[in-house]
């Protein structure tokens, strides 16, 4: 009998090993009943889905879907807050609006023979542009209307003095459908393309007239450009035109948003279940504190989480964040490294390291970026806001999903693509709090006085 448990106890802990850094944290003990995360977080997608429908930013629809999350948080945390405050909900028809009006704006300068006017319009919605895109917004915000938006997140404190902060986010508001699945082809096409497209061959036939009239001496003169540039604008006036009548300028119809992003909610919220449940049972995070947000106005310009980071800075010293968004399927699973339409920098050895965390656990992940105009996650604000920060995302350039479609529904979305970003998750956080309280050790003795020596 000796002998049988002396080979039991080798076995186990031979399988032990085996097992080390792999370890299945898709189970909790719930009482005496084990709980699968990923089914938990499924079984809340499906919920949230079928509850809220399409979400636009700053609405009657996203603040109900604000305070349906703050509920469903409420459940594990006593520490939850729902905020609320003004953002620019339609900032991005309006800038595909005011593109069109600077591109007729260009042609109608470089027609008179003013074309050093036209590149001055075409600065200025640059300038506008990149307000949006890399700053907290451009000058153009003052003929947009704006919207209330509602932001919740959930805090659960270290046992101890907290030495460092994880966020884990999401977003709650869906984007419009401008998929090319639903019938909008020419929409998507002249949004993502054909007119920016147009833009900068206007910008570029006013840089070639404007060098003629230097050339020919009548730059500050009115006259009519050549025959050439002239049939080339007629040409791109009729593109812009056609270009306008195919986007379209009614009310969108917006997407259910299973994926992007309920999906990532149903993550946030699954993990704040888990660490609820784990400090319960006393083993709470030392000296880590974890933070759960799902954000309003991703589809926006990221504005929901820009007010959050500016109302919430107590709370993010020392802080890093893991965002989720569009967590489609398992094997398109990437970190981000740049963000916010490729110029915002995200946190390399962050992404790095929870890629490390992925392959320690049998994961296949990838390290990549978004590209110019691929888009933007509201890890740009973390990382605007000075927080190591990065996006754990399916939908990197080039992967085919149901993203801004009616058609994203919760069957489009992997059970073990969510099972994978809580299991990243959680090993994240207790990576961190065990390295949380150790101190760096000195050559030196603090009780002795040393002598400065040049050797």
């Known amino acids: ?45 499906d919920s949230l889905f079928n509850e809220l429908g399409g979400r636009p930013a700053a609405t009657v629809e996203s603040r109900k879907a604000a305070r349906r999350i703050a509920a469903e948080m409420g459940k594990y945390s006593d520490d939850v807050t729902l905020t609320s405050g003004r953002i620019y909900p339609f900032v ?7 593109l069109y009006v600077f591109s007729l704006i260009e042609i109608f300068f470089i027609a008179i023979g003013l074309p050093y006017l036209s590149l001055i319009a075409a600065a200025a919605y640059l300038y506008a542009f990149y307000g949006e895109i890399r700053k907290d917004g451009g000058w153009l915000r003052a003929f947009m209307r704006t919207g209330e938006a509602a932001n919740v997140h959930a805090v659960i404190d270290s046992e101890e003095e907290a030495e460092r902060t994880i966020i884990f986010s999401a977003h709650h508001d869906s984007a419009p459908v401008v998929n090319e699945r639903d019938g909008k082809f020419w929409k998507a096409v002249s949004h993502k393309y054909v007119q920016p497209s147009v833009f900068c061959l206007i910008s570029l036939s006013a840089v070639i007239s404007a060098i003629a009239e230097i050339a020919g001496g009548k730059f500050w003169g009115f006259n009519l450009p050549s025959i050439p540039v002239m049939a080339a604008i007629i040409l791109l006036a009729a593109l812009s035109a056609v270009s306008f009548i195919a986007h379209g300028w009614k009310d969108d119809e917006y997407s259910p948003g299973a994926g992007d992003d309920l999906s990532g909610v149903s993550v946030v919220v699954t993990l704040l279940s888990y660490f609820s449940k784990e400090k319960k049972a006393g083993k709470g995070l030392r000296r880590t504190r974890l933070i759960f947000a799902s954000f309003d106005g991703e589809e926006c310009g990221r504005a929901g989480s820009k007010l959050w980071y500016q109302d919430n800075q107590y709370l993010i010293r020392n802080a890093v964040n893991l965002n989720f968004d569009g967590l489609y399927s ?86 073990e693509a969510l099972s994978r970003a809580i299991s990243i998750g959680i090993r994240l956080a207790s990576e961190d709090d065990s390295r949380t309280g150790i101190k760096e050790s000195s050559v030196f003795d603090a009780d002795r006085k040393y002598k400065l020596s040049r050797y």
């Open 330 to 415: 398992e094997d398109d699973l990437v970190f981000l490294t740049a963000d916010g339409n490729g110029l915002v920098p995200l946190s390399s050895s962050l992404a790095t390291h929870c890629s490390a965390i992925a392959s320690a656990m049998g994961y296949k992940t990838g390290v990549g970026r978004l590209g110019f105009l691929a888009g933007e996650t509201d890890a740009a604000t973390a990382s605007l806001s000075s927080v190591e920060a990065t996006t754990l995302t399916a939908m990197a350039p080039g992967t085919v999903t149901a993203a801004h479609s009616a058609d994203d529904t919760p069957d489009k979305v992997s059970e």
């Open 92 to 98: 991005g028809k309006a800038m595909m609006f005011f």
């Open 1 to 45: 009998m000796g002998i049988k448990n002396f080979l039991n106890d080798i076995r186990s802990k031979v399988e032990g090993i085996r097992k080390k850094g792999k370890p299945d944290v898709r189970v909790v003990e719930d009482g005496t009943k084990a709980v699968k995360l990923s089914d938990e977080a499924y079984s809340l997608l």
